[in-house]
């Protein structure tokens, strides 16, 4: 029978269970993140107790610590992160409180065609700041920067929140990324689709980004960017491009001028290639009585033998394809393909941000006020891309491409204490994070 009696309890009220998450705030203070949040964020009153960093700071050692919401901050975290003396640990109340005061008021749209009213959330402030932090962090080192945009739908029970086409209530945010990093955010409510006025999203993102001095080369995106106006404001602001195109009737025919295919296998499965010259949206410009700005792509086409033996309503035979046009011409066609896919690791990025950094769990029912929370935790999602690459390097345990809950279990969670021998502050580690030597 199992049995306790040899147990010896011994209290330390300045042992904390997450030891490593100082190598973390030591780490930010190297980069001077607290003086970056302090210079650009809103002034605070002179008897504020609490400046930017310390808010911000203890919201991000949520995460870092294995939280997913700000009641965690008191419950759980407060009384093991206020040993250390990186920041001052505010309530719950008054982290949500700050960012409540970082939002900015919803603005209301209506489309071209159609009757629906679009709620979007701009945040120009914060969006920059965390352009400013990405810098400080060294990202954009590389010359070429391929920018991945797309929209993923946050359900929830938020009282403002509105029906998506998914038939849940929800928000619908557009977020660029430049790697692994989140370069923008925009909230729009759960009735806005993808495609929606998309045009004016992105043109508000690359004047934010050329305002940083961040050149966009290449843009990757889905058939949501597919449309005239979005092409346009994209080739005026990228070299290049690769979108996937919608089907439709003009598509069709260019697929029966294709008379070249060069089969291929992949993933056991015979697939053809072919490619030609494709000028979209020629009718729709003449329609609307405008010129057709637009360059004329390469269009690199797959068509895959459907299982099912259905046929293609537009191409009236048993193939499924699927378009994607570029200005790219030294590629091959299934490096045309490949480059395209890898969007699909941005894509993996919005699980990342649902499920360890707290897109899941919105604080409050106002949309302007999420979009802040948003944005902050897609900052502290770029701050532990930074930290994870960095200390992959110097611990021998880590490697860069671990999720933070394996960053936890291995570097975060290390009883640990500051101690203070001849007068200076130390930190005594209980236990091995494996430096390398």
């Given at each position: 029978m199992f049995t306790i009696n040899a147990m010896k309890l011994i209290n330390s009220y300045h042992l904390t269970p997450f030891g490593g998450l100082n190598f973390v705030l030591a780490e930010l203070n190297n980069l001077k993140i607290g003086q970056l949040l302090n210079n650009n964020l809103p002034e605070l009153p002179l008897q504020s107790k609490y400046d930017w960093k310390d808010i911000l700071y203890s919201f991000w050692s949520i995460f870092f610590c294995g939280g997913d919401c700000i009641e965690d901050l008191s419950g759980n975290f407060q009384s093991n992160l206020k040993t250390m003396p990186f920041m001052r640990i505010p309530s719950p109340d008054r982290v949500l409180e700050r960012i409540k005061e970082l939002s900015q008021p919803s603005e209301f749209f209506k489309?071209?065609?159609g009757?629906?009213?679009h709620e979007f959330c701009f945040n120009d402030e914060l969006n920059t700041l965390n352009i400013k932090l990405l810098k400080q962090q060294n990202t954009f080192k590389n010359k070429k920067n391929v920018l991945d945009y797309d929209n993923t739908l946050i359900f929830n029970n938020k009282k403002d929140a509105k029906t998506c086409y998914k038939q849940g209530k929800a928000y619908c945010p557009g977020v660029g990324f430049i790697g692994k990093n989140v370069v923008y955010i925009e909230n729009r409510n759960g009735n806005s689709g993808a495609k929606d006025l998309q045009s004016s999203t992105l043109k508000r993102m690359f004047e934010l980004l050329r305002k940083e001095d961040i050149h966009v080369d290449i843009f990757r995106a889905d058939s949501a960017s597919f449309d005239l106006d979005t092409l346009g404001?994209?080739?005026?602001?990228?070299?290049?491009v690769f979108i996937k195109v919608r089907m439709s009737e003009t598509f069709a025919q260019t697929i029966s001028e294709v008379k070249e295919w060069e089969e291929i296998k992949s993933s056991g499965e015979v697939e053809f290639l072919g490619e030609t010259t494709y000028l979209p949206f020629t009718l729709i410009a003449r329609r609307k009585k405008r010129e057709n700005k637009l360059p004329m792509f390469r269009l690199v086409i797959k068509k895959t033998l459907r299982r099912d033996g259905q046929y293609n309503l537009f191409t009236a035979d048993a193939f499924e394809y699927t378009g994607i046009i570029t200005l790219e011409n030294e590629m091959n066609k299934k490096e045309v393909f490949d480059f395209y896919n890898q969007r699909g690791a941005a894509e993996k990025e919005f699980d990342v941000l649902k499920n360890d950094f707290g897109w899941k769990k919105l604080p409050t029912s106002n949309i302007a006020h999420n979009n802040v929370y948003?944005?902050?935790t897609a900052m502290c999602r770029n701050i532990y891309e930074h930290i994870i690459r960095a200390f992959s390097i110097k611990f021998k345990n880590l490697k860069s491409n671990f999720r933070i809950k394996k960053f936890i279990?291995?570097?975060?969670?290390?009883?640990?204490?500051?101690i203070k021998t001849g007068r200076t502050k130390k930190l005594k580690i209980y236990g091995n994070i494996y430096?390398?030597?």
């Open positions: 489309a071209p065609r009757i629906s009213t404001i994209i080739c005026k602001n990228c070299s290049n948003l944005i902050l279990f291995r570097f975060i969670s290390v009883p640990a204490k500051w430096f390398r030597t």
